[in-house]
Nanobody
Framework: VQLVESGGGLVQPGGSLRLTCTAS????????INWYRQTPKQERELVAT????????DYAESVKGRFTISRDNLKNTAYLQMSSLKPEDTGVYYC?????????????WGQGTQVTVSS
């Protein structure tokens, strides 16, 4: 499975961005998807997660009400819609695909996309 993130960039505080995570694997629909971010000051932080069928989502407290995770399994793509962005949202955002089949966990990471929130 190869994951490719896109959609990062420079945005002013209060602005919005939509990140995209596209997978090369046709069994994408069987994987849970997580978005993480990493800044120089802290370890990689789990930002949002969505289960394989898109029914269940969860968010870090720091982004609740501002970020929305979604997926389109027909397009092998997951999204992270980010609104009301703050400077502290700055970081490299990574998507991760993970599933466990017969007790065997498979995990794949994308290469990351830079998000910079600054005036």
């Amino acid at each position: 499975v190869q994951l490719v993130e896109s959609g990062g960039g420079l945005v002013q505080p209060g602005g919005s961005l939509r990140l995209t995570c596209t997978a090369s694997e046709f069994t994408f629909r069987t994987y849970d998807i997580n978005w993480y971010r990493q800044t120089p000051k802290q370890e990689r932080e789990l930002v949002a997660t969505i289960n394989s069928n898109g029914v269940n989502t969860d968010y870090a407290e720091s982004v609740k009400g501002r970020f929305t995770i979604s997926r389109d399994n027909l397009k092998n793509t997951a999204y992270l819609q980010m609104s009301s962005l703050k400077p502290e949202d700055t970081g490299v955002y990574y998507c991760k695909a993970e599933r466990t089949v017969f007790g065997v966990r498979s995990t794949y990471w994308g290469q990351g996309t830079q998000v910079t929130v600054s005036s």
